[in-house]
Structures are given as structure tokens and as C-alpha cells.
């Protein structure tokens, strides 16, 4: 998925989704990132803390890998 098209989805502009990209935003609203993560098929932890990282500082479990449709 291209940044624009990601934008689009989530209702913002291409900008926005560069700055998320290299964690330039400390703020975003509720709904783009609800739509962020229904684009990526991902869940909120996971997208917050990363593959390996919990808030409680423990591995996190195994994840499926999802292929590209």
C-alpha cells in the first residue's frame, strides 16, 4: 500500500502518513488510527510498541506473518 493510498483510507494526507513513518507525529486522532490499524491488519499494541516489545517490557508472543493481497 502506497502512503497515498494509506492516506486516503485513514482520511488524512500523504504528509501525515510520512510523519507517522518516522515517528514524527506524538498525536494522533482516534479515528485515522483506528483506520491505521484496520489498514495493516494489525492490532494497537503491536503497532505501539513493535514486534517484540510489550509495555511491561516482556517479549511479545508470536504473530502470524500476513502476505500482501
Do not use: F
Amino acid at each position: 500500500m502506497s502512503q497515498a493510498e494509506l492516506a486516503a483510507y485513514c482520511g488524512v494526507t500523504k504528509s501525515a502518513v510520512s510523519q507517522w513513518e518516522v515517528g514524527a507525529t506524538s498525536n494522533i486522532r482516534l479515528q485515522p488510527l483506528i483506520l491505521l490499524v484496520e489498514a495493516l491488519k494489525t492490532d494497537l499494541p503491536y503497532l505501539i510498541y513493535g514486534e517484540r516489545r510489550r509495555p511491561d517490557g516482556e517479549p511479545a508472543p508470536a504473530r502470524k506473518k500476513h502476505t500482501a493481497t
